[in-house]
Structures are given as C-alpha cells and as structure tokens.
C-alpha cells in the first residue's frame, strides 16, 4: 500500500470510530474522575473491543455495537474521561493490555485464576455457556452427558475451552463414554462455519450470544443446556486503578437505573443482571 493510500485509509478508520470516545458530560461523577490516574484524566482510556460478540460488542457495517458498548460509553461519561476504542480481534486483546497498547479491554471475558495472574476484572452481568447447531439438525442437547462423542467448535483462547475441556474430562472420560472432539477456531465466525458447514456438530459461546446468531441469521438452532454461568466481565491490568474507577462508575449506573436500562434495549433483562457492581482480582476470586 502506498503512502497516501496508506494515510487516506487511517484518517477513515479514524473518522469512522471517532464518534465513540466518551466524553466529559453533565452525567460526570467528579469523585469518580479525582480517583483516576493523572495519566488517564490528561490522555483517555484506550480501549480495545471484541469485535465480532453481538449482542456484546460487535463491528456492524463500520459502526461498533452492543450492549458493553453502550455501557462503556456512559462509563466514560461518569468518570469525565475519553475512551479511544479499537475493535479487534479477540486473541489480541489479553497481550495488548497486558503490554500497555490497552488500557481497557471490552470483550465479556470469563475470569479464570491464570487471566488473574496479569488482569483484574469488572463483571458487567452473569452468562452460562450455551450450545447450538445448524437449522434442521435433531441432536438432543439436554445434559453434559449429550455433548460426549459430537465435535464442539469454539473460539480459541476463549473461556469454553476450559469448560469443555473440563466436562470431557469429569463427563465423558469419567463415564467411560466417548470424548468431545473440541475444534478450535481463530474467529467465533469461523467456529459457527465449521458447524453450518458440517465439519463440527455444535458450536459452544455464551448463551445470549447464540440467541442473538440463532434470530438475525435462522442457520442455528440453539439447544436446551446452558452451564456455569460465570461473571461476563471487562478487564484492565492487575492492580490498575482504573479497575476499581470503572467498578464505581457501574455501581453508579445501577443505581440510577442506566445499567438496566442498557441491559432492556438489548432484551438482556433476564440474562444474568446484578444489582451490585464487583472488582475480580486473584484475592477475591471463586471458581
């Protein structure tokens, strides 16, 4: 690419994402914002966003959406502060927080004790695993048990490799019955191709998620199971204040009923709403 095609398709990008850094409002919360790092109050949050999670967060015709979007962004405005998003995919969120390119990932991930080691974690609701196959398909998926011997693909990296994972070993192996075949993929797009394509029986994701794929594509039917719910969360790096700042501003939009409001317009009122805003950081934390 050369040098002009080069700026001219950076200063698109920009524009098109320009519209969504939160901005100083009449909604700011000033003991919210005195409580952030200089650092963050002079330069914004950098943010990155899964973007390819509906209902979550998802890139929709160049336009970021979703229900953590949407409450990101009045975070932002209760702490008086820009978040820069960038949409990406998922595998890079984790290294680019860690490495100090993000300051604040926006990617409902699932706490688990080894992400702990480096992240903290804000929870924004509680989602179950949930399961789906292509339209048509007669797979009965009703318990644990009717997931050994089928092929299951999922997105790698993701917090459903351990469950499977998991249920393979205390299920399937445990009941001397044939072991899941767990497919990884480096997209969720690709993990639900696999399935429509015949090449694995079931996808596996959070199970909202699979509603929402099941009702805007009518290429999946999504199965009765849905297992351990975990806090659907965002992240920062461990010890950041930011973590504790953002917990605050949620505790804030539960309270003056903007969280719920969020959760209503996205008909995720039903799925696994908290009522009190929680940090997850190694010491607290229960598997």
């Not at 698109?12 to 005195?34: K, N, R, S």
């Not at 970021?64 to 949409?87: C, M, N, Q, T």
């Not at 469950?163 to 993929?185: H, K, M, P, S, Y």
């Not at 969020?262 to 696994?272: A, C, K, P, S």
Request: proline share 3%.
């Amino acid at each position: 690419m050369s040098g002009g095609k080069a700026s001219l398709a950076a200063l698109l990008v920009a524009t098109a994402f320009a519209g969504f850094a939160g901005t100083a409002a009449a909604e700011v919360i000033p003991a919210l914002h005195d409580a952030l790092p200089d650092e963050y109050k002079q330069n914004g949050v950098n943010v990155a966003v899964f973007n390819d999670w509906p209902p979550d967060e998802y890139v929709e015709n160049g336009e970021l959406k979703g229900w953590s979007v949407e409450l990101s962004r009045e975070i932002a405005d209760r702490l008086g502060v820009e978040f820069h998003y960038s949409p990406i995919g998922f595998d890079a969120i984790i290294p680019g927080i860690i490495g100090g390119r993000y300051d604040l990932g926006v990617s409902s991930f699932g706490p688990t004790a080894d992400r702990l080691q480096s992240l903290d974690f804000i929870a924004q609701r509680m989602a179950g695993t949930g399961f789906a196959v292509a339209a048509g398909n007669d797979i009965t998926i009703d318990t644990e048990t009717d997931l050994c011997g089928r092929s299951v693909a999922i997105i790698a990296g993701s917090w459903d490799e351990q469950l499977i994972n998991g249920i393979d070993t205390d299920v399937c192996a445990a009941g001397n019955l044939e072991r899941i075949n767990l497919q990884q993929f480096p997209t969720q797009s690709a993990a639900e191709l696999a399935v429509t394509s015949g090449r694995a029986d079931i996808t596996a994701a959070a199970s909202a998620k699979l509603r929402h794929l099941a009702a805007a594509t009518g290429g999946f039917d999504v199965k009765n199971l849905v297992v351990d719910a975990v806090h659907s969360s965002l992240g920062v790096r461990k010890g950041d204040p930011l973590g504790q700042a953002v917990t605050d501003a949620i505790q804030a939009l539960m309270d003056d009923g903007t969280y719920l409001e969020i959760m209503t317009r996205w008909d995720l009122q039903n799925d696994g709403p908290l009522d009190k805003a929680l940090l997850i950081t190694a010491e607290n934390f229960q598997e």
